[in-house]
Structures are given as structure tokens and as C-alpha cells.
């Protein structure tokens, strides 16, 4: 079970750790593995044997929505390197771990393979292609109780691009969750705040009894992101994309 830097009691690191700028390192990448190195999230990953501090990210939401019960069918999109998985495989049962509890499915989808999950079931599939929905509910012998997306377009650098690929991201994570949730179900996913999103927050409220945003303790401080959690889905209705937004 992921648990809070310092939860076990022996404290995180008092020293900060500097990195050389090495022959052909740039200097904002001599930057990033400073931050990694120093980032208490990242160490108490490796420590607890999750794949990367998201996994936290995850587990903070869920505690507060109780998203992943046993039983729950789950589609981790964009799952690579597989810590969302990682989290909801024990809480759902998928491992049936816990005797006596109903038994969930974990569906991993990516573009590339990612290593193996125990309880998980990893496929490699373009979201966006043709007919993705039907093979995900094929998959799941039925439809989905949560959708979850960690995803995030590749940065360009520009603040304003990066916000309107990412919006275009969730939306497209949208329109397939609309697609393979059972009524009643929820959809999790990463946005960057900018504004491109109202679309996006409208669309899923009128498709979702409740929409709320969360920036879990778990995302950086100086980070713009935040997480779109919507519960109690409503099939139906028209999904109308933001007309600026493009993935690509």
C-alpha cells in the first residue's frame, strides 16, 4: 500500500543532493535529476517497489473518493510505466489477494509494452484507433467502473501548447470512458490548468453527477497540473470538444 513520504517514521533525507553538470548535460536536465534525486516522493517509490511517484497521486484520490473498491473493473489509460496500475490491482482484488472479496479486473492500455503487473492485464492499443472501445470491453468481459488517465502530451516547452495538447488528451480519454462506463461509473484524468478546460469541465458535468479538481499532495508544488475526478456517470448526451484543442 503506497504510503506518505515519512509515514514509516524514519523521516526523509536532511541533505540536499547536487548534481555535476556533466560534458553534453543540459543544464535543465542537470536540473531534473536534482529534483528526482532530492524529490522525497521519488525515494519512497523506490522503497515501496511502486514505478514512479504518480503512484501517489492515485492512492491520495482514491482515499478521498474510494474510486477502487474490490469488484471494480478498471482501464488504466496511457498506463505505462504501470504505477496507477500498481495501486489499483490491491484495491480492487485484482490479484485476489483477499479471499472472500469480490474480484476486480485491472485493464493496462499503452502504445508501448509495459512490463508485467501482477493482477494486471496489459494490452498494447492506440486509444484513438477505430473500435478501441469495443476491445477494451472485450477485454473486460463488460463495461468499465472507472477509467483513469495519468496521461500528458510531450511538452513542448510552451505553456500554452502543452495546456491546450493535454486538454485535447483528456477530452479524446473522455469520449472513450463515455463509451465503455457502466452507469454510475467514474473518470479520473490529468489536466493542466490554463483555461482550455472549461469545455471539458462543462461536458463532464453534464455527463457526471459531480465533477471535482484535485491537485493531490503528491503533485509537485510548482506544477500546474491537477486532476479532473468525475463520479456517477450518466450515458447520454452529446461530448462537444474544445474547438482550439489538438493532441498533436
Known sequence: MPRKPGASGR?????HQRVKTARGRKLSSTRWLERQLNDPYVQRAKADGLRGRA???LAEIDDRFGLLRPGARVVDLGAAPGGWCQVAVPRV????A??????????????????????AELHVLDFLAEGA??????????PADVVLSDMAAAATGHRQTDHLRIV??????????????EPGGSFVAKVLAGGAEAGLQATLKRRFDRV??????????????KYVVATGFRPGGVFQKTPQARIF
Do not use: Q
Request: with cysteine; glycine share 12%.
Open 55 to 57: 503512484a501517489y497521486k
Open 98 to 119: 483477499r479471499p472472500g472479496r469480490p474480484r476486480g479486473r485491472v485493464i493496462g492500455i499503452d502504445l508501448r509494452e509495459v512490463e508485467p503487473i501482477p493482477g
Open 11 to 15: 523521516g526523509t533525507r536532511a541533505l
Open 212 to 225: 471535482a479538481n484535485v491537485k493531490p499532495d503528491a503533485s509537485r508544488p510548482d506544477s500546474a497540473e
Open 168 to 181: 485535447a488528451l483528456c477530452e479524446a480519454a473522455a469520449e472513450l470512458a463515455f463509451d465503455v462506463l
Open 93 to 96: 482484488n485484482a490479484d485476489g
Open 133 to 142: 472501445d469495443d476491445r477494451v470491453k472485450a477485454w473486460l468481459g463488460g
